[in-house]
């Protein structure tokens, strides 16, 4: 297990959790693996490890593709194609028979260990850069395919709303907004995706996704409030985000609206044993999507 230092506090990375490749296998063609220090919880076999690079002993993390669709490489393609944000950067790859990146490791921490239980929403003082860090991204030019498509983006079915006794959302789901603006996305921007250093953004991980997509769903993914955060749960952490988000960008909070109803109610399918979360979510669609 890992433990690393930062801030005056100490954080670890969990031993192996389940069966992954073995990385020492992968084709290296500059890193030479050294050490294996953690395996962070991750839909890719992800390892945290020591290894030497260009001569030199470095920590860095091996994400290598799990199952099919992880698309490693899109997302090599997109990092090096971004030269002015806080992404990682590639010092190694293969996308052969088992495709593979490696990038040099980031310093920082989630937003969830910094606020934790979020007492006097301590979270608002990070919901402006959160924001501008979202903007900042849909601005960029730079070549990619359109976002692949996922379940999230479809209307919930008529019998997963019965099911989850919201059949009084059928109606709303009908009318689905028009197509938002077409800008580049990130595709799976939310906290856990950030890293943090010294109250600003020093990471932005997961590219896996990214590509030309609505603006608006985007948006939503990024303050969807998901099972165990404790933040973004108020209007005053939102019209924060809004607030840095504004500075490089517009919105259309109806469709933003539209979009994280869609998106809860396939959370609240697979959050059966989270009462606390079931209870928001449903709080939340009554008092955002109900015509009363």
């Not at 593709?65 to 393609?77: I, K, L, P, Y």
């Not at 109606?171 to 938002?180: D, I, M, S, T």
């Not at 517009?250 to 979009?259: A, E, H, P, S, T």
């Amino acid at each position: 297990m890992c433990i690393t230092e930062l801030d005056g506090k100490y954080f670890s990375h969990p031993a192996k959790w389940r069966d992954t490749i073995d990385p020492y296998t992968l084709n290296y063609h500059l890193f030479q693996v050294k050490e294996i220090l953690g395996y962070p919880h991750a839909g890719n076999d992800v390892f945290h490890v020591k290894g030497i690079f260009k001569g030199e002993e470095i920590t860095a993390y091996i994400k290598a593709e799990r199952q099919t669709g992880a698309a490693v490489e899109n997302e090599a393609a997109i990092i090096r194609q971004i030269n002015d944000l806080e992404v990682p950067r590639i010092l190694d790859a293969d996308f052969g028979d088992q495709p593979f990146i490696v990038s040099r490791e980031i310093p920082g921490m989630r937003l969830s260990v910094i606020v934790g239980e979020n007492k006097d929403l301590l979270s608002l003082e990070y919901m402006e850069e959160y924001g501008e860090m979202l903007g900042r991204i849909h601005r960029l030019t730079i070549h990619a395919n359109p976002v692949a498509d996922r379940r999230f983006f479809h209307v919930p079915s008529r019998e997963m709303l019965e099911k989850l006794d919201l059949a009084y959302l059928n109606e709303y789901f009908e009318n689905a907004p028009p197509a938002g603006k077409t800008v580049f996305c990130h595709g799976d921007f939310h906290y856990a995706n950030l890293l943090w250093k010294d109250h600003h953004i020093s990471g932005i991980l997961d590219f896996e996704l990214a590509g030309y997509g609505d603006r608006d769903f985007d948006i939503a993914w990024a303050i969807l409030l998901r099972p165990g955060q404790k933040f973004l749960k108020t209007w005053e952490e939102q019209k924060q985000f809004f607030k840095g988000y504004t500075k490089h960008g517009k919105y259309d909070w109806k469709n933003i609206q539209y979009y994280m109803a869609q998106c809860y109610v396939y959370f609240l399918n697979s959050s059966g044993s989270d009462e606390e979360y079931c209870s928001y979510v449903k709080a939340w669609l009554w008092d955002h999507c109900n015509k009363k």
